[in-house]
């Protein structure tokens, strides 16, 4: 297989799961919390984080810019660019750090440790992105911020990142042995049978 195909297979596997990413968007987005009904849980970085375990950070942080700038054109246009740059930022930083740490120990317990500190880091990046883009950019006043940090804000996006570390942890090794398969390459033609 040449090295062009082998691109070629790879870019076409990465537009499936940006798809995919943004069909889980549409069919399953539900609030946690009642007083903080803004934010939504949804499982679009789950393909994503697929995505950047096949193929490195670096693929996956390509992966979580399309998708985002996709999210936001025909998702979520009402959040303007500051969306996009919100999820960017939040699950780039996700990506790089479990996507590092997997690609250097290709092992169960790496992807745990890499999917547990990048939980952590996207949960973390929201603090001050809420204090600056909500602030600045949505209008919300400061103290209305500060005060969802801990009631609302953190928890949200620690149960999110967990949640959709669990699903990804659970689907990984199904949904790698279903790309391993080389989609550019013909299939060899059956003879006619007589």
Same mark, same amino acid.
């Given at each position: 297989m040449t090295a062009q195909r082998t691109y070629i297979d790879r870019l076409v596997k990465l537009g499936m799961l940006t798809a995919l990413s943004l069909i889980l968007v549409y069919a399953i987005h539900f609030p946690i919390f009642p007083s903080a009904s803004f934010l939504e849980y949804d499982m679009a970085d789950v393909p994503i984080l697929i995505g950047t375990f096949l193929y490195g950070p670096w693929w996956g942080l390509g992966l979580t810019a399309v998708v985002s700038v996709l999210q936001w054109l025909l998702v979520s246009p009402q959040s303007l660019w500051v969306g996009a740059v919100m999820h960017f930022l939040a699950t780039g930083s996700y990506v790089v750090a479990a996507g590092l740490i997997y690609a250097h120990h290709k092992t169960r317990t790496a992807a745990l440790v890499g999917m547990a500190i990048g939980a952590a880091l996207q949960t973390l990046m929201m603090i001050p992105m809420n204090l600056i883009f909500t602030v600045h950019f949505f209008g919300v006043p400061k103290e209305a911020v500060i005060? *969802?940090?801990?009631?609302? #804000? &953190?928890? %949200?996006?620690? &149960? @999110?990142?967990?949640?959709?570390? #669990? &699903?990804? %942890?659970?689907?990984?090794?199904?949904?790698? @042995?279903? %790309?391993? /398969?080389? *989609?550019?390459? /013909?299939?060899p033609e059956k003879e006619n049978e007589a």
């Open positions: 005060a *969802l940090l801990p009631t609302a #804000i &953190i928890p %949200f996006n620690a &149960i @999110k990142t967990v949640a959709n570390s #669990i &699903i990804t %942890f659970l689907l990984y090794k199904r949904v790698s @042995k279903l %790309f391993e /398969r080389n *989609l550019t390459q /013909r299939r």
